[in-house]
Nanobody, 115 residues
Framework: QVQLVESGGGLVQPGGSLRLSCAAS????????MGWYRQAPGKQRELVAV???????NYADSVKGRFTISRDNAKNTVYLQMNSLKPEDTAVYYC?????????WGQGTQVTVSS
């Protein structure tokens, strides 16, 4: 079955960095659009970054210049490098794999930015 397994979340101080990873199985990873979304308490889930099968990327305005999404098709893994983290980046981060009509989600990993 399809599995997307996130890792790398945790507690970090403002200005710090974290790298999230999402390992995929059960899909032909290289042809999927992969993305990272996040959901803060009391808010709707929002797009953070997306990367196409061809490597094109798109970012939410709030993370441009601070976050970088990348993928390693040989490892079936997508990454999110997060730098200059702010308290408002605190959320559960979800990995998404999409090839319509298929749409898969990971279980989420908590990122907390606090001093």
């Amino acid at each position: 079955q399809v599995q997307l397994v996130e890792s790398g979340g945790g507690l970090v101080q403002p200005g710090g960095s974290l790298r999230l990873s999402c390992a995929a199985s059960g899909i032909i990873f290289r042809i999927y659009v992969m993305g990272w979304y996040r959901q803060a308490p009391g808010k709707q889930r929002e797009l953070v970054a997306v990367i196409t099968s061809g490597g094109s990327t798109n970012y939410a305005d709030s993370v441009k210049g601070r976050f970088t999404i990348s993928r390693d098709n040989a490892k079936n893994t997508v990454y999110l490098q997060m730098n200059s983290l702010k308290p408002e980046d605190t959320a559960v981060y979800y990995c998404n794999g999409r090839l319509l009509p298929s749409n898969y989600w990971g279980q989420g990993t908590q990122v907390t930015v606090s001093s």
